[in-house]
Nanobody, 125 residues
């Protein structure tokens, strides 16, 4: 069993930055691919970014390329999402998720085995 806990969300003005963290329990975190997703009110959950367990493959959604950076520290069992140049359309609940296959990054939420509870990000214009 893996537990994921997100933190770092909040209210920020457009153009600002936030850094989300996702702390994982369990000894096998380093073997999991990790993803960040978001869900705005009335919309489906969408892929934001993902990273393999080795960190050698990283994928971003087109909407966040060049603005967001995903990274991980396996020694700390933590994955991060640095969000810069935030826009009002980035407003959503952000979730981290773990894919126990580890070696690939997939964009479908159904490919992930464990989820955090989410953290709210609100970007004001």
């Amino acid at each position: 069993q893996v537990q994921l806990v997100e933190s770092g969300g909040g209210l920020v003005q457009a153009g600002g930055s936030l850094r989300l963290s996702c702390a994982a329990s369990g000894r096998t975190f380093s073997r999991y691919a990790m993803g960040w997703f978001r869900q705005a009110p009335g919309k489906e959950r969408e892929f934001v970014a993902g990273i393999t367990w080795t960190g050698d493959s990283i994928i971003y959604a087109d909407s966040v390329k060049g603005r967001f950076t995903i990274s991980r520290d396996n020694a700390k069992n933590t994955v991060y999402l640095q969000m810069n140049s935030l826009k009002p359309e980035d407003t959503a609940v952000y979730y981290c998720a773990a894919d126990t296959t580890g070696w690939r990054v997939l964009k479908s939420p159904t490919s992930y085995d464990y989820w955090g509870q989410g953290t709210q990000v609100t970007v004001s214009s």
